[in-house]
């Protein structure tokens, strides 16, 4: 069992930055694939971002440019790092981790384990 606690959201202008963090507990997930995806009032929750345990990264189209995946096996932990945002970022960010066997996927149905989300609000 893994559970993901999201951290760093808030309000920001836009143009502006954030840094959220997806901390894992329950087992060392430096070998698996860690997913963020968002949510937006009334919207399917989408894909935003992955990474593989080797560092291999996959982006929306609508973030690449602007949004960095990183981790930190040591510490257990992942980060989205947020700059120039827009109002139409605004969503609930939640992380993920694969159900595996997979390399990376931007698919829902691939990440097993959820955290509870963290806000993020841009204004305009």
């Known amino acids: 069992q893994v559970q993901l606690v999201e951290a760093g959201g808030g309000l920001v202008q836009a143009g502006g930055s954030l840094r959220l963090s997806c901390v894992a507990s329950g087992r060392t997930f430096s070998s698996d694939v860690v997913g963020w995806f968002r949510q937006a009032p009334g919207k399917e929750r989408e894909f935003v971002a992955a990474i593989t345990g080797s560092a291999y990264t996959l982006y929306a189209d609508s973030v690449k440019g602007r949004f960095t995946i990183s981790r930190d096996n040591a510490k257990n932990t992942v980060y989205l790092q947020m700059i120039s945002l827009k109002p139409e970022d605004t969503a609930v960010y939640f992380c993920?981790?694969?159900?595996?066997?997979?390399?990376?996927?931007?698919?829902?149905?691939?990440?097993?384990?959820w955290g509870q989300g963290t806000q993020v609000t841009v204004s305009s």
């Open positions: 993920a981790v694969d159900r595996g066997p997979i390399f990376i996927s931007h698919l829902k149905q691939d990440y097993e384990y």
